[in-house]
């Protein structure tokens, strides 16, 4: 903890898709080692040769030693059976519904895992499809996407200042912008 850097920490990934490539190629650019887990066993071998991931059995990937733990592939996946299993300090992966139920995000918070929410996590995808509908270049929509650790800062603050779950943060910080805009939507009116 205490570092923004990336070299030297393990990341453990369930799931070697599209988004978990993206991901992986920026961890391995910033000095990350990988651990990378998925039901075909062509991607991870992918993975193993481009990145030097580690390969991990797909039900193994909860027993891994790793400092973050990035859910890529189904959702779902954060549950009784797998959260007591997580040994790393952060959950942030692109997987859509993690939680198996609501209840799941103060589990691993109570374990002191820190969870970012899959939609906040996922904002940058949101970002680019944006951007290319309004014509930015890439570069704008890096500049945008970086907004998200902001975001994740403003989430993890509200949540300690609360004393409530990461994903219960994530909604009211959610819920405020979209009253902020429907406000400023009828003043334009």
Same mark, same amino acid.
């Given at each position: =903890? ?19 490539? &993206? +991901? ?10 990988? +651990? ?13 040769? $481009? ?20 859910? &890529? ?18 959950? &942030?992966? =692109?997987?859509?519904?993690?939680? !198996? $139920? ?5 589990? =691993? ?23 290319? +509908? ?10 945008? !996407? $970086? ?14 200042? $609360? ?9 009211? +910080? ?16």
């Amino acid at each position: =903890g205490g570092s923004d850097s990336l070299a030297g920490k393990r990341v453990a990934g369930l799931g070697a898709g599209k988004v978990a490539w &993206c +991901l992986g190629e920026h961890l391995h650019k910033e000095g990350a080692r990988l +651990l990378v887990s998925d039901i075909d066993p062509e991607k991870v071998k992918r993975f193993v040769a $481009e990145y030097g991931a580690e390969a991990v059995a797909p039900d193994a990937i909860y027993d891994a030693t790793a400092d973050v733990y990035a859910p &890529c592939a189904l959702g779902a996946t954060l549950d009784d059976q797998t959260i007591p299993r997580i040994t790393a300090e952060i959950i &942030c992966g =692109g997987a859509n519904n993690q939680l !198996a $139920e609501p209840r799941h995000a103060e589990a =691993g918070e109570k374990k002191g895992i820190f969870y970012a929410p899959d939609y906040v996590a996922n904002g940058g995808g949101v970002i680019n499809i944006y951007g290319e +509908l309004q014509g930015w270049t890439v570069q704008q929509a890096h500049e945008h !996407a $970086e907004g998200i650790y902001a975001t994740t800062l403003r989430v993890a603050e509200l949540s300690r200042r $609360e004393k409530i779950p990461t994903a219960l943060a994530a909604d009211r +910080l959610a819920e405020e912008r979209i009253r902020a805009v429907a406000g400023l939507r009828r003043m334009v009116r």
